[in-house]
Nanobody, 128 residues
Framework: QVQLVESGGGLVQPGGSLRLSCAASGFTLDTYAIGWFRQAPGKEREGVSCLSMRDGKTYFVDSVKGRFTLSGDNAKNTVYLQMDSLKPEDTATYYC?????????????????????WGHGTQVTVSS
């Protein structure tokens, strides 16, 4: 049974950092690429990034490039989203999800429809 559990959210001041975790079970990380999404109140779910542990490639949307990084730990079966230089507009609930296969879609990694299993999310609030 595929399960994803996000953690690490919280309240942080602008310019601060958080590291989100996506703990996976029911599969190994080289089976599915892992995407990260976020959803702010009243807004649509927005793709943020994708990591393929099969080929090591990562993808980010322009709004987070240079601020967010991705990594994975096969021993812990966990993917990490490191978020630096946080801005108030990064405030949202963050979700991780499994792609249909082991690779990120370079032109569709940000689309919710290419992902199958989702976690329940973790709240990130950036405010002074």
């Amino acid at each position: 049974q595929v399960q994803l559990v996000e953690s690490g959210g919280g309240l942080v001041q602008p310019g601060g950092s958080l590291r989100l975790s996506c703990a996976a079970s029911g599969f190994t990380l080289d089976t599915y690429a892992i995407g990260w999404f976020r959803q702010a109140p009243g807004k649509e779910r927005e793709g943020v990034s994708c990591l393929s542990m099969r080929d090591g490639k990562t993808y980010f949307v322009d709004s987070v490039k240079g601020r967010f990084t991705l990594s994975g730990d096969n021993a812990k079966n966990t993917v990490y989203l490191q978020m630096d230089s946080l801005k108030p507009e990064d405030t949202a609930t963050y979700y991780c999800a499994t792609s249909a296969g082991p690779y990120c879609s370079w032109d569709g990694f940000h689309l919710p429809g290419v992902y199958d299993y989702w976690g329940h999310g973790t709240q990130v609030t950036v405010s002074s």
